[in-house]
């Protein structure tokens, strides 16, 4: 069965979200561009539609007819789609469309392929897809070009492709006094919202570690059946924390700390000047 969603260029709040989601909504397709557009999803609407019990599908397009700028244009559009997905810290299970959002005919197949894989050179862990009509993901799909297809009705001729998993199929609607696209999922593949498995692969290596340390702000203690060893490995020097007290028993095991509690051990055993 298909799923009900809509695109549109509104920032949506909670109660926009509230209201589309009892109309029975269950996806929104948002622009993922430069903060600098008005369009531009954030992470706090992101969020809000999340809680709100929403897939997102995340696209960008700054000019309709930018991918006939071919591999230049895709280039700097690749690099810029991966800047604001990281800065919403999207999940890389979600894919980021380009729109291809003109009547691209068969002499303009050969650009919006090398726009598309050039954006894809820029989107470093993250899979791409593309917006277009009929012909356009027919051609795409045809060349291995990317790996989601949205298609528009719009210079469809009335036909869809068997690769579309998303299909807008109105367009200038109105919904909970919204201006959207009307669209429909036949799976869920590409869309993405903050409770997916995997929504931190994202996060910078400071951020990953500042998540460890959260427990207790220390990196936790030790748990009771570890009180033994714990016990036996501290008062024979092999452990000694931060020397403020913090051991960060709970933490992840970094290089760095297993190379110093390796160096200790083997320095205890004479073993030192046999590496």
Known sequence: MAIKGIDCSTVLTKTDAAALYALGYRFVCRYLVPEKYRKHLSAEEAKILTDAGFKLLSV???????????????AEDGALALQAAKKINMPTS??????????????????????????????????????????????????????????????????????????????????????????????????????????????????????????????????????????KLQAAGLFEGDGKGNFGWEQCLTREALAEVLYKTLDKLGLLDKL
């Open 60 to 74: 960008f397009e700054t000019t309709a007819d930018r991918a006939k700028g071919g591999a230049a244009s895709g």
């Open 94 to 231: 979600g894919i980021i469309f380009f729109a291809v959002d003109f009547d691209a005919l068969q002499k303009d197949m050969n650009t919006v392929e090398a726009y598309l894989r050039a954006a894809a050179q820029q989107t470093e862990g993250y899979k791409i897809g593309v917006y277009g009509g009929y012909a356009v993901v027919e051609a795409m799909a045809a060349r291995g070009a990317c790996s989601g297809f949205w298609q528009t009705y719009s210079w469809s001729g009335g036909k869809i492709s068997e690769h579309a998993t998303v299909y807008q199929y109105l367009n200038g609607q109105t919904a909970a006094g919204i201006s959207v696209d009307l669209d429909e999922a036949y799976s869920e593949a590409g869309l993405w919202n903050y409770s997916d498995t995997g929504s931190d692969l994202n996060m910078t290596i400071d951020e990953a570690r500042a998540s460890l340390t959260e427990l207790d702000g220390t990196g936790g203690a030790h748990s009771a059946w570890a009180e033994q060893a714990v016990t």
